[in-house]
């Protein structure tokens, strides 16, 4: 079992920064891949960033890359998402979501374990 709680999230003007922290109980988090995903009102739930066991390798789909960064730190089983020039259209509820599969999936289908979100609000 692994539990995930999401903090950061408020509400900051276009062009500004946010980061999120997504800390995971659980001895096993370092074998674990990691991602972020969002939702926002009416719409479905949107890949935003992902990163494999060891930190290595991450994955972002185009909205946000280049703006966003995910990153571990399996010391203190965390996993971040540092995101800079955000949008309106950045605004959602953000998810932290643990993946048994040590790669790191772009697709939500594939996680196991999921954070209750938080709000980010991003005003123009």
């Known amino acids: 079992q692994v539990q995930l709680v999401e903090s950061g999230g408020g509400l900051v003007q276009a062009g500004g920064s946010l980061t999120l922290s997504c800390a995971a109980s659980?001895?096993?988090?370092?074998?674990?891949?990691m991602g972020w995903f969002r939702q926002a009102p009416g719409k479905e739930r949107e890949f935003v960033a992902a990163i494999n066991w060891s930190g290595g390798s991450t994955y972002y789909p185009g909205s946000v890359k280049g703006r966003f960064t995910i990153s571990r730190d399996n010391s203190k089983n965390t996993v971040y998402l540092q995101m800079n020039s955000l949008k309106p259209e950045d605004t959602a509820v953000y998810y932290c979501?643990?993946?048994?599969?040590?790669?790191?999936?772009?697709?939500?289908?594939?996680?196991?374990?999921w954070g209750q979100g938080t709000q980010v609000t991003v005003s123009s």
């Open positions: 979501a643990a993946d048994h599969e040590s790669y790191g999936s772009t697709w939500y289908g594939a996680y196991d374990y």
């Open positions: 659980g001895r096993t988090f370092s074998s674990y891949g």
